[in-house]
């Protein structure tokens, strides 16, 4: 019976708003890291079946299939096709979910996963444009939910107030990413997955770029307490226990187990599970709760079998619920950091979470990992790997 397998997964460094990665086009960033892994991994490009790739705003540069776009800016022959998904936030999971299912049925053997986003220049919401030619979603759907605009910032607000979760709690939860994320790049726990690259910043000066630039280091509750709330006044959601704007990209190599051992490949993981589930559009962000009991159910697993966890952390409050509702060990759950600090890339987001979670687990000798996120439009995927 076939399988999935992931061979190796890479990504850049992940650049805040306004930063290091800033300037590039998305087809050369993305390009950067399917040469670095066909590098790594003497891997012949030719043979590679499909390249899918996470973008969730298809506009301007990440317009036109950026998949094919960065297949053809690395240089690959041109025979070598691109596919480009939007799941919203976990678009680059579902691309490895699809790289997966590909492989297992045999329509591949051999397939590259991953995801791009420079929201620097094309932030969230770019792709409603000015109105003129209609919203997403449309009458019918608005219709079906009072006329209700769906808002990812509201929903989470919802969520922090539908589980009773303060300010403080979210506040902390934000401290505590950043702290981890810090002692990670302190430790070089991110080394061998992210392959440096050369940018040139507005002086014209080149410099390698290898380090994620949006963490902080020593902000304070006092500090974060001093922030304005973000979507309403009363609010408790800020910029300090939210995912920030980044740039980023990563890709993983998927085959089956069979193909990796005939090319000499070692594989990090196995696709062990892989599900994607939809939720209320109105909070939106609620659906990896689902995602991870559905998950858990179809592989037959626990929750105190999952050695290490990747929940997205597009808001404190997405995190703390889905903490609460599984109750999943807090100190598994993003131990070296999550988007509050590291970033949120949204395109490329679930393939970076995805390569910090494999390297993890094979580091630390964790059997079981369970990533999961939420998306825009009330969807979440969750992957279990198993370590290999």
């Known amino acids: 019976m076939r399988d999935a397998v992931i061979v190796d997964a890479v990504r850049t460094a992940v650049g805040k708003r306004g930063g290091s990665l800033s300037r590039l086009h998305s087809a050369s960033l993305s390009a950067h890291v399917l040469k670095a892994l066909a590098e790594r991994n003497s891997l012949d490009p030719a043979v590679v079946d499909d390249v899918i790739w996470g973008c969730a705003s298809g506009v301007g540069m990440q317009a036109g299939c950026v998949g094919r776009a960065a297949v053809l800016a690395a240089g690959w022959p041109e025979s070598v096709p691109g596919l480009t998904v939007d799941r919203q936030c976990g678009s680059s999971q579902q691309a490895v979910h699809q790289a997966a299912a590909g492989v297992i049925s045999g329509q591949y053997d051999v397939a590259v996963a991953g995801g791009v986003e420079i929201m620097s220049r094309l932030p969230l919401g770019t792709t409603r444009g000015d109105g003129s030619l209609g919203e997403p979603f449309g009458p019918d759907v608005f219709a079906r939910y009072d006329g209700i605009r769906f808002n990812q910032g509201t929903g989470a607000q919802l969520i922090a107030d539908e589980y009773g979760i303060t300010r403080t709690e979210m506040d902390q939860h934000g401290l505590d990413s950043h702290a981890r994320a810090a002692r990670a790049i302190d430790e ?105 009991a559905k998950a858990l159910a179809k592989a037959g697993l626990s929750i105190d079998d999952i050695g290490a966890f990747e929940i997205n952390e597009a808001f404190a409050s997405v995190t703390l619920a889905w903490l609460r509702e599984t109750g999943a060990d807090y100190a598994r759950m993003n131990p070296l950091g999550g988007a509050m600090a590291i970033g949120h890339p949204i395109g490329g987001s679930g393939a970076r979470l995805m390569t910090t979670l494999v390297h993890h687990m094979r580091d630390n000798g964790i059997r079981y990992g369970l990533q999961s996120m939420c998306e825009g439009g009330g969807m979440a995927n969750a992957t279990i790997l198993e370590l290999l």
């Open 188 to 292: 070089g726990r991110f080394k061998s997955q992210i392959v440096p690259i050369t940018v040139t910043d507005e002086d014209h000066t080149a410099r390698v770029f290898d380090t994620d630039e949006g963490v902080r280091r020593g902000s304070t509750l006092e500090k974060l307490a001093g922030l304005k709330p973000a979507f309403t006044e009363d609010g408790t959601i800020t910029a300090g226990n939210a995912s920030q704007v980044s740039d980023g990209t990563a890709a993983l190599l998927v085959t089956t187990s069979e193909y990796a051992a005939s090319q000499g490949w070692t594989p990090l993981a196995r696709v062990h599970t892989a599900v994607v589930t939809g939720t209320d559009p109105v909070t939106m962000l609620k659906g990896p709760i689902p995602a991870t």
